[in-house]
């Protein structure tokens, strides 16, 4: 069985806990695209487990995570979460493995994004300044550092001196302090000693458990409003996260896929600039804001919210193959006495779909809005459908009826076992 899951909206809609309940039967879970600018958690108990690179479906007992050939990695960030998980008791050796495919996040790619974004002024994209961007542009213009010269080490030094300093004198241009050549080389040979135990073909791994039948959950980051391709460009991640990303992300056949599992927030929220045409700026916002904990996982930034937009969720589950429902996140909206759902959008009173948008249709159309009345009780500790309030039943069946797919799990809260699970 393979299980494919991914976010519908711009990120954030709470894929870490619907991985980590998937997660109990995986015997692989896999990232196929993306860096450490996507954030995944998982709560257990009193413990929040962060996660940006390793898949968050590894803290299963019998589960493998594997970072493969479409993730873009930053060494120390993914040591920094080796040495936590480790720290927190859980052993790593035979349970993460790293395609030596991989490309590596450079401290002049980090240093690049900030300089960028710093002279873009007031049109700043909102990047995460991670290095994503600069990393995936040496990607495909053939100046990319990967594993695989980690490995070989003399390869390695050679691309970083050549590209370190064409980069430095990039850096300057932007008065921004070049990067230390020397001491670079010095940290990189620590990671490479670290990390190196984990690097293999994970092509290979991947395609054996394929033919062996076995579990595989692939993990996807970010979310379709953030696609490379289908985003209000370039509003967007430097990855492509729809369906078709895990062949090249993976080497894995789309085909292949049993279920292709879509995460919807019951609301909406992202991070970074650009149109976000369902935003509410008023006290309802900074409510949800808050009871929701929505803060970036990665960033730390607050996130801006809107209504539940269901033109993009549908585009979403359109591009995708989407065929599985999660609903997060309904709990965050009881207490409120009027909620709003978006049924599509009109510029000029005229009808417009999501796909024949870009970021100037989607900064100034209007969305077309349907209302429901709210509820007020606490739901947290619900476990079956029927005994949600009748207002919840009704929001959460007009989703269903909307989008034209079952929505097989609600979650009512942050824990791990806070969920409804619907045959």
């Not at 149109?275 to 309802?284: A, N, Q, S, V």
């Not at 996130?303 to 591009?319: H, P």
Request: proline residues 4%; hydrophobic residues 35%; aromatic residues 10%.
């Amino acid at each position: 069985m393979i299980n494919l899951v991914v976010g519908t909206q711009w990120g954030d809609e709470g894929k870490g806990k619907i991985v980590d309940l998937l997660g109990e039967e995986a015997d692989f879970t896999v990232r196929f695209h993306g860096g450490n600018n996507a954030g995944h958690t998982v709560v257990i108990g009193e413990k929040k487990f962060p996660f940006h690179l390793i898949p968050s479906g590894i803290l299963r007992s019998k589960t493998v995570g594997v970072i493969a050939n479409g993730v873009i990695v930053d060494p120390k960030v993914l040591l920094d979460e080796i040495n936590f998980l480790e720290s927190q008791g859980f052993s790593l050796k035979n349970k993460l493995l790293i395609s030596h495919r991989c490309h590596l996040i450079m401290p002049y790619h980090k240093a690049l994004d900030e300089a960028y974004e710093n002279a873009r002024g007031k049109n700043k994209l909102g990047t995460t300044k991670r290095g994503i961007g600069p990393t995936y542009a040496d990607k495909v213009s053939y100046n990319g550092i990967r594993f695989y010269e980690l490995v070989n080490w003399k390869a390695f030094e050679e691309k970083f001196v050549f590209q370190a300093k064409i980069k430095n004198k990039i850096l300057k241009l932007f008065k921004v302090a070049p990067i230390n050549i020397k001491k670079s080389l010095e940290t990189f040979k620590q990671y490479r000693e670290k990390l190196l135990p984990y690097v293999t073909d994970t092509f290979k791994v991947l395609n054996q458990a394929v033919k062996e039948k076995k579990n595989i959950l692939l993990e996807g980051a970010h979310g379709v409003m953030l696609d490379n391709d289908f985003s209000p460009y370039p509003f967007s991640t430097g990855s492509n996260v729809v369906t078709g990303a895990v062949n090249s992300g993976a080497g894995i056949l789309a085909s292949k896929i049993d279920n292709v599992w879509g995460v919807v927030k019951a609301y909406t929220s992202r991070v970074g600039g650009g149109p976000l045409p369902t935003e509410i700026f008023d006290k309802t916002a900074d409510l949800i804001r808050e009871k929701g904990g929505e803060y970036g996982t990665t960033t730390g930034r607050p996130r801006r919210i809107g209504w539940l937009d269901l033109e993009a969720v549908k585009f979403s589950v359109e591009v995708c193959g989407i065929n599985k429902i999660a609903l997060t996140k309904i709990d965050v909206l009881s207490g409120l006495k009027k909620l709003k759902v978006c049924l599509g959008y009109q510029i000029n009173g005229k009808r417009i779909d999501y796909s024949r948008c870009g970021y100037l249709e989607l900064s100034k159309l209007k969305p077309v809005y349907k209302e429901f009345d709210g509820w007020q009780e606490d739901i947290s500790k619900v476990k079956k459908f029927e005994d949600l309030p009748k207002n919840c039943q009704k929001y959460i069946g007009f989703i269903e009826d909307f989008l034209k797919v079952k929505i097989k799990i609600i979650s009512v809260s942050p824990e791990r076992f806070g969920n409804i699970i619907k045959s």
